[in-house]
């Protein structure tokens, strides 16, 4: 039971334009959201988050999306860069508990010079 | 401090064999979490301390798996006769009590079962 889904596998993009990654999740618990990055031999590097009671965080060139009604996230880096390459996995948690994050499958970025 | 660190980084065993890891969390984060991931997923929650008490275990990680985390700082983690399907990325991670929740991930330990 997949509860975080993220259903593309790759995405390229040219450099300077937007990159978009999507993130579905099934459980309602869930309440707070987290995108991490991942560079091969290197664990997950933290990213940028939000909560539920938010719509929209920003961080730099980084957004993330939330739109609970439709169970989905999404992270917006603008402008794309070469270094952004990389493996972006989204994770939630349900803050009550332990705070452990389920993950999703991840999706493979490349950003083309 | 600089981060989470695991030792060792790669481990080959022969099925069958015991194999031990340790995570060192960053010294000041009282809550500690182990997941391993596979090629092409996700990392998978597999356990979780707070201070030196394990509060939750996957279903995941079966009476072959133990992890101790003794004086509420270093954790290791024992799998014993292993089997090839426990080759995996096993990440440890750290944070502090906060309701961002915000995890900070060491480089983890690959293991090759063969």
């Known amino acids: 039971d997949q509860q975080v889904k993220q259903n593309s596998p790759s995405l390229s993009v040219q450099e300077g334009r937007i990159s978009i990654l999507n993130c579905d999740y099934t459980?309602?618990?869930?309440?707070?959201f987290l995108w991490y990055k991942k560079y091969p031999a290197e664990g997950p590097t933290f990213l940028i988050s939000?909560?539920?009671?938010?719509d929209k965080n920003e961080d730099g060139r980084f957004t993330v999306f939330l739109n609970k009604s439709a169970k989905h996230l999404s992270l917006h880096i603008v402008p794309s860069q070469p270094g952004d390459s990389a493996v972006y996995f989204c994770?939630?948690?349900?803050?009550?508990?332990?705070?452990?994050?389920?993950f999703g499958q991840g999706t493979t970025l490349q950003v083309k010079p | 401090d600089t981060g989470v660190s695991q030792d060792p980084r790669h481990k080959i065993t022969k099925r069958g064999q015991n194999v031990t890891f340790r995570c060192d969390p960053i010294?000041?984060?009282?809550?500690l979490y182990w997941y391993r991931q596979t090629l092409g997923q996700g990392p998978e929650f597999l356990t979780y301390?707070?201070?030196?008490?394990?509060?939750?275990k996957s279903r995941l990680l079966s009476d072959r798996f133990s992890a101790e985390r003794p004086k509420g700082s270093f954790s290791t983690l024992e799998i014993q006769r292993t089997e090839q399907g426990d080759s995996a990325m096993y990440l440890c991670?750290?944070?502090?009590?906060?309701?961002?929740?915000?995890?900070?991930f060491g480089p983890g330990t690959r293991l090759t079962v063969l």
């Open positions: 991670a750290s944070s502090l009590p906060d309701p961002r929740n915000e995890q900070f």
């Open positions: 459980n309602s618990m869930f309440d707070y």
């Open positions: 939000i909560s539920s009671i938010k």
């Open positions: 994770a939630a948690s349900a803050t009550g508990n332990t705070g452990k994050l389920i």
């Open positions: 010294s000041e984060h009282n809550r």
């Open positions: 301390f707070q201070n030196e008490a394990q509060l939750e």
